[in-house]
T-cell receptor
Framework: AQKITQTQPGMFVQEKEAVTLDCTYD???????LFWYKQPSSGEMIFLIY????DEQNATEGRYSLNFQKARKSANLVISASQLGDSAMYFC??????????????WGLGTSLAVNP | DSGVTQTPKHLITATGQRVTLRCSPR?????VYWYQQSLDQGLQFLIQ???????AKGNILERFSAQQFPDLHSELNLSSLELGDSALYFC???????????FGSGTRLTVV
């Protein structure tokens, strides 16, 4: 069964430093997608970055980059130059595509990031 | 504004009651997904609709049901509510062939 593992329940980082949030996944599918979402204390779910299993280059979106290591089945999120507003829960998710072509997301348990001034 | 509208934002109700959560997907998106986020189980997929038809079911209780209407808005009905149903319920939409999912701001349900 497909599974997402986030091993860091909580992380601290100093403002302006970089931080890496870990995510490993398990799937037997050849085609899959990996997502990172941010959930601030207000509760909304904000899309950050996407990596397709066939994408050869690591995805980047502004200060966010995804360190995709397919052989190790890891998709770590790197946030550069942390800002106070980055304090939030971060979720890694994988898109499951089954025979019925539904594309639901399988979620990790999240990592709580606190950015210190 | 993500383009996905969920109402109400907050709901407090008593055990045994029934509530309806509403979701309007982003314009052009045919798929609607419902997720439940609780402290003990994290984010769980409940159900997906595509253009009015049920596409997939996840960990959805029999007390819960959903539908997607011709205008593509969706409703999630929760009945015989229990304390454990207290959670944040998200709706997300996507264009089926597009990898992107857009989430609404959620409905926070509190059962007392």
């Amino acid at each position: 069964a497909q599974k997402i593992t986030q091993t860091q329940p909580g992380m601290f980082v100093q403002e302006k430093e970089a931080v890496t949030l870990d995510c490993t996944y398990d799937t037997s599918d050849q085609s899959y997608g990996l997502f990172w979402y941010k959930q601030p204390s207000s509760g909304e779910m904000i899309f950050l970055i996407y990596q397709g299993s066939y994408d050869e280059q690591n995805a980047t979106e502004g200060r966010y980059s995804l360190n995709f290591q397919k052989a190790r089945k890891s998709a770590n999120l790197v946030i550069s130059a942390s800002q106070l507003g980055d304090s939030a829960m971060y979720f890694c998710a994988m898109r499951e595509v089954n025979a019925g072509n539904n594309r639901k997301l399988i979620w990790g348990l999240g990592t709580s990031l606190a950015v210190n001034p | 504004d993500s383009g996905v509208t969920q109402t109400p934002k907050h709901l407090i109700t008593a055990t045994g009651q029934r509530v309806t959560l509403r979701c309007s997907p982003r314009s052009g998106d045919l798929s609607v997904y419902w997720y439940q986020q609780s402290l003990d189980q994290g984010l769980q997929f409940l159900i997906q609709y595509y253009n009015g038809e049920e596409r997939a079911k996840g960990n959805i209780l029999e007390r819960f049901s959903a539908q997607q209407f011709p205008d593509l808005h969706s409703e999630l009905n929760l009945s015989s509510l229990e304390l454990g149903d207290s959670a944040l319920y998200f709706c997300a939409s996507s264009q089926d062939r597009n990898y992107g999912y857009t989430f609404g701001s959620g409905t926070r349900l509190t059962v007392v």
